[in-house]
């Protein structure tokens, strides 16, 4: 999902053509720049989402758990699956870049690699919560 949504229909062009016109339709007095500013803030949440929920995906491989899994959290395992996630996004930015409408650049790696922190600690967060380690 994540490479198909890094192709030409997931850019800017095409994603501020549906999140445009609902904003301006609930917010009719929002300036043009304002708008841009609000597609742009959700598109880069929309890259914590999808790396926050790829980093559980891998870490679920990496840890292959089992019903009742009494295995204490292992940062290896957490520190395994953030270096996935950082190279997945580094090669996702760099097919973007043959793309003639997307651009890949470093800041949105870092987006990226910072979406699939925040889903490893809210995981080892809710593990802790639920005494599951």
């Not at 999140?19 to 949440?45: M, N």
């Amino acid at each position: 999902m994540i490479f198909t949504a890094s192709g030409d229909k997931g850019s800017f062009p095409h994603s501020s053509r549906i999140i445009g016109p609902f904003l301006k339709f609930f917010f009719p007095h929002l300036s043009d720049e304002t708008v841009s500013g609000i597609v742009f803030g959700i598109r880069k949440c929309a890259h914590l989402t999808e790396y926050a929920i790829f980093a559980l995906l891998v870490w679920n491989a990496v840890r292959k758990p089992v019903w009742r899994d009494k295995r204490p959290w292992q940062w290896s395992e957490a520190v395994k699956v953030l270096w996935v996630a950082v190279l997945y996004a580094a090669t996702d930015e760099f097919h973007q870049t043959f793309i003639p409408s997307r651009e890949g650049c470093l800041r949105d790696v870092l987006i990226d690699s910072s979406g699939a922190v925040v889903g490893l600690l809210l995981l080892w967060a809710f593990g802790r919560w639920r005494k599951f380690w």
